[in-house]
């Protein structure tokens, strides 16, 4: 009978060596991890919050927020967090204090809002904000703007040139209908410049006031649907295709006779353009009605200048 030691054999020898070696990986794998976690967490709960860095992104193509402006409205909800503990600032709750959200909390031009704390004391906050695509001035007296996905921007003291519905425009006739089709005219280069206007007939037909050419462009009735994804697509297509049909008009036809010479031109159906001659007699010159579109916009521009005064006046006195 052969003798047994009660030692290992050669066959268990690599096995238990390896298991020995797993193990002694993971122990050292473990204690790396603390070891870089300890290493790498900020001491931020001690002392006061020092400084408080604000960046707002593409603040230069927006243009509707400042760093400034961010700074008040914390300052107001007396969320500002200089000279605070470190210990009792909450980073997530300043974000949901800027962020937007259901029911129009948040700070209304922010589109994301996000905060940490520093091992130095200090507290970052970055914003970015929406983006306006369109004014809206209805006939009841509503003035907002709409972003590119159709959210509502309140017209505060702030003023962009951007092209402005006016007439039989509700809120939601503006969320699902007008933000594709302004879309559709900002994706153009040649339409974004030369359309200044968008009228909402009561029947819901549509109107372009142009920037050059004494004339009203009819494209009738926006394709209506069930769902948001099928309005989308069915009024993009619509628009893009009567824009062209347009521009075509313009190469070929104005081209030739001149852009003052018709007061209307209708594009809504497609196998023909329905033009109306101007009546001198009745209509007035080019340049009285060019004169006319310059005192509305300078009034608009008047109010929205009184606006933005009196809400320098409140900031001021804020401060003080």
């Not at 699902?176 to 037909?205: C, K, S």
Request: glycine share 8%; net charge positive.
């Amino acid at each position: 009978m052969p003798h047994h030691n009660g030692g290992l054999t050669k066959e268990m020898r690599p096995r238990v060596k390896k298991i020995i070696i797993g193990v002694l990986d993971v122990i050292l794998g473990a204690y790396l991890v603390l070891a870089v976690t300890s290493f790498n967490k900020p001491k931020v709960d001690h002392g006061v919050c020092s400084k408080v860095e604000i960046s707002v992104a593409d603040s230069s193509d927006a243009g509707f927020l400042s760093a400034a402006e961010i700074k008040q409205l914390l300052q107001s909800k007396g969320l500002y967090p200089l000279g605070k503990k470190m210990d009792s600032i909450n980073p997530r709750t300043l974000e949901e204090a800027m962020a937007p959200k259901e029911g129009g909390s948040g700070i209304p031009f922010v589109k994301t809002a996000e905060c940490y704390k520093t091992n130095d004391g200090h507290v970052c906050i970055t914003i970015t904000q929406r983006t306006p695509l369109i004014r809206v001035k209805s006939i009841r007296g509503d003035d907002y703007y709409l972003d590119d996905h159709g959210g509502i921007m309140p017209n505060s003291k702030y003023t962009s040139d951007l092209p402005v519905v006016t007439g039989y425009v509700s809120s939601s006739f503006a969320k699902f209908y007008i933000t594709p089709l302004a879309r559709a005219i900002m994706a153009n280069d040649f339409w974004r410049n030369q359309i200044e206007q968008i009228n909402v007939l009561p029947d819901l037909g549509i109107e372009f006031v142009p920037r050059v050419g004494n004339h009203i462009i009819y494209i009738g009735k926006l394709p209506k649907g069930r769902y948001w994804s099928q309005v989308n697509k069915e009024v993009t297509d619509y628009v893009n295709s009567k824009l062209d049909r347009t521009l075509t008009f313009y190469k070929y036809g104005l081209n030739v006779v001149g852009w003052n010479k018709y007061s209307y031109i209708d594009v809504e159906f497609d196998n023909q353009i329905v033009c109306r001659k101007r009546d001198k007699s009745s209509e007035p010159s080019a340049e009285e009605q060019q004169q006319e579109k310059k005192e509305e916009n300078k009034e608009i521009k008047q109010k929205d200048s009184v606006r933005k005064n009196n809400d320098s006046i409140a900031a001021h006195e804020l401060e003080g």
